[in-house]
């Protein structure tokens, strides 16, 4: 059964960018409710470990260092289905394969640099709340 939340993170290259406003407001127009959010800054450590799953594939490196360059803008999103929805509304991981008119195909700009990030099952969407926010953060 799905879920109805899902995390992403409006990764380094859009906050530098200035992306942030028209992101969230791409995730507001498609149905999401924002009920937790937060600017931050992952340190090299927290981004290893919020990436340990790729961390013996040959991007591990370079994941972590771009994930730690700059500030993010963290957010738990509510939705019926959240998870695939939401997939559905960043695009394809390389922004040249998105669909017209998603996250990505707009402000991305390479695979590595892809604007946002999206949990990929509902089990990692849990993971990845949790790692971001106290339950004192989330609000319904």
């Given at each position: 059964?799905?879920?109805?939340?899902?995390?992403?993170?409006?990764?380094?290259?859009?906050?530098?960018?200035?992306?942030?406003?028209?992101?969230?407001?791409?995730?507001?127009?498609?149905?999401?409710?924002?009920?937790?959010?937060?600017?931050?800054?992952?340190?090299?450590?927290?981004?290893?470990?919020?990436?340990?799953?790729?961390?013996?594939r040959p991007f591990y490196g370079e994941l972590v260092e771009f994930m730690s360059s700059g500030p993010i803008v963290a957010a738990i999103l509510e939705k019926d289905n959240a998870v695939e929805d939401f997939r559905?509304?960043?695009?394809?991981?390389?922004p040249a394969d998105a669909a017209p008119g998603t996250i990505r195909a707009k402000y991305a700009t390479s695979i590595g640099e892809n604007a946002v990030h999206g949990s990929d099952s509902d089990e990692n969407a849990a993971i990845e709340g949790s790692f971001h926010f106290a339950g004192t953060e989330v609000f319904a």
């Open positions: 059964m799905a879920t109805n939340r899902t995390l992403t993170m409006i990764k380094p290259d859009a906050v530098r960018n200035g992306h942030i406003g028209a992101i969230l407001e791409q995730i507001n127009a498609a149905g999401f409710k924002i009920v937790a959010m937060k600017y931050t800054k992952l340190s090299t450590e927290k981004a290893g470990e919020f990436y340990a799953v790729h961390r013996e559905t509304l960043i695009g394809a991981t390389n």
